[in-house]
C-alpha cells in the first residue's frame, strides 16, 4: 500500500515515512486497522501507550509500530475533530484526525435545522478542517437552490453549500471536486442526514448500511456504527462518521467567531468591551438589525463554551464563583441596590 495515495503526501509532503509508520483505518475498542507499506494489519496499543497517553488513537491517525502490529506512538495530528464527551464527564471525545475537509449533511426535510448547523460550523473550525455543508435529499424540495442562498446569507456566510440528492445523484459530481488525491474528508451529521447513502452513491456500490426515516421526524437509526477509512475512486478518502445524537461543543471561544463573524466584526465597534449585545447602549450588533434567531444562537453558545472554560479551568471557575459570592453578599446589604 502506498502511503502517500493514503493521505501522507498531505500530513508530511517534504518527509519520507518510515515503513514503520502506518494509519489507523478503523478503530474498535483497542484493536485497530491499520493501513502500512505492507498492506492491512490489526494491531494493538502498547502498554506504554495505553497507561500514558492522553487518548488512544482514532481513525485517521497516523502511527508508529513495532514488531508489526504493536502501536508504540500517535504522530502529531495535523487536525482533530472533537466534541466534549456525551453525559456530565467533562472530557474531549476525538471522532477523527488529519482531515482537510468536514462535510455537514443536512436533509432537506424535517432534519433541516440552521441552529444545528452552526453549532457544526463551530466544531469543524476548531479542529482545523475546512467546512462544506451538503444539503442532501434536494429532490424533496423544489426551493432547494433558495435553500442554499438564504443558508449562505444568513447563517453560513462565507462557507460553501451544496444542494444534491444522494438518492437520484443530483449534485454528487460536485463531492469529489472539492477534493484532490491523497486529501482526507470526513462526513458529519445527524442519523438519517443520507451520509451512508452518499457513500454509497459515490462508490456506486451498496457498501455502507442504510435505513429509512421515520416519516414523522426524518430521524433515522444509527446504521453506520464505527468510523472507518474509504479510499474513493478518485484517489482521495472519506470517512463515514456515525450519527450524532448528541454534539456538544468542545472549542475555543474564538471559533464561535469565526462561524459568526459578522457579528464578531461588528462587536469590536461597541461602545463596551464586554457588551453582551442585549441592552447595552452603543451596542452596534443590535443597532445592525442582525437577525434575533441568529443573534440568540451566538449567544447561547457563547454561554455554552463560557460554561465549558470554567468546568475545565479551575482557576477560572474559582474567579466567576468569587465574583457571584460578591455580587450575592452586595445584595443581601443592599437588596434596594442596583445592578
Given at each position: 500500500m ?9 500530513y ?10 502506518g ?19 490489526l494491531a494493538?496499543?502498547s502498554?506504554t501507550?495505553r497507561h500514558?497517553?492522553?487518548g ?5 491517525d497516523?502511527?508508529a509500530?513495532?514488531?508489526?502490529n504493536?502501536?508504540?506512538?500517535v ?9 466534549k ?10 471522532l ?8 455537514i ?15 457544526y ?6 479542529s482545523g478542517?475546512?467546512?462544506?455543508i ?5 429532490d424533496?424540495?423544489?426551493d ?9 446569507q ?10 444534491l ?5 443530483l ?5 469529489p471536486?472539492?477534493?484532490?488525491r491523497g ?12 451520509k451512508?447513502?452518499?457513500?454509497n452513491?459515490?462508490?456506486a ?7 429509512k ?10 446504521t ?5 477509512l474509504i ?18 461543543l ?14 464578531a ?19 452596534a ?5 442582525i437577525?434575533?434567531e441568529?443573534l440568540?444562537?451566538?449567544?447561547k ?13 479551575a482557576?477560572?471557575?474559582r474567579e466567576?464563583?468569587?465574583?457571584w ?10 437588596p434596594?441596590?442596583?445592578?
Amino acid at each position: 500500500m502506498d502511503l502517500f495515495e493514503i493521505g501522507w503526501e498531505c500530513y508530511a509532503p517534504s518527509q519520507i515515512p518510515d515503513i514503520s509508520f502506518g494509519r489507523v483505518a478503523s478503530a474498535s475498542r483497542e484493536r485497530f486497522l491499520v493501513w502500512t507499506g505492507k498492506g492491512e494489519i490489526l494491531a494493538t496499543i502498547s502498554g506504554t501507550l495505553r497507561h500514558y497517553s492522553a487518548g488512544l488513537p482514532c481513525v485517521g491517525d497516523w502511527v508508529a509500530l513495532r514488531a508489526g502490529n504493536v502501536i508504540t506512538e500517535v504522530l502529531p495530528r495535523r487536525t482533530q475533530l472533537s466534541r466534549k464527551r456525551p453525559g456530565k464527564e467533562v472530557r474531549e471525545q476525538v471522532l477523527a484526525a488529519n482531515i482537510d475537509i468536514l462535510f455537514i449533511v443536512s436533509g432537506l426535510d424535517r432534519d433541516y435545522n440552521p441552529r444545528r448547523l452552526e453549532r457544526y460550523l463551530v466544531l469543524a473550525y476548531e479542529s482545523g478542517a475546512r467546512p462544506v455543508i451538503l444539503l442532501n435529499k434536494a429532490d424533496l424540495r423544489p426551493d432547494a437552490l433558495d435553500a442554499v442562498v438564504a443558508l449562505t446569507q444568513r447563517h453560513a456566510p462565507g462557507v460553501t453549500v451544496l444542494a444534491l440528492s444522494a438518492l437520484t445523484g443530483l449534485g454528487m459530481e460536485s463531492i469529489p471536486a472539492h477534493l484532490t488525491r491523497g486529501q482526507t474528508a470526513a462526513l458529519i451529521g445527524s442519523s438519517g442526514a443520507g451520509k451512508s447513502t452518499i457513500v454509497n452513491c459515490l462508490l456506486a456500490e451498496q457498501r455502507q448500511q442504510t435505513a429509512k426515516v421515520r416519516s414523522a421526524d426524518s430521524k433515522g437509526r444509527h446504521t453506520t456504527t464505527r468510523r472507518e477509512l474509504i479510499l474513493m475512486p478518485g484517489r482521495y478518502l472519506l470517512m463515514d462518521l456515525p450519527g450524532l445524537r448528541e454534539l456538544q461543543l468542545w472549542a475555543d471561544p474564538e471559533q464561535i467567531d469565526n462561524a459568526f463573524n459578522e457579528v464578531a466584526s461588528l462587536a469590536e465597534l461597541c461602545r463596551f468591551r464586554d457588551c453582551t449585545h442585549t441592552h447595552e447602549p452603543g451596542c452596534a450588533v443590535r443597532d445592525a438589525g442582525i437577525d434575533e434567531e441568529r443573534l440568540a444562537g451566538y449567544r447561547k453558545l457563547q454561554r455554552e463554551v463560557a460554561f465549558l472554560d470554567r468546568q475545565t479551568d479551575a482557576n477560572l471557575a474559582r474567579e466567576t464563583k468569587r465574583r457571584w459570592k460578591a455580587v450575592h453578599k452586595e445584595l443581601r446589604h443592599n437588596p434596594k441596590g442596583r445592578f
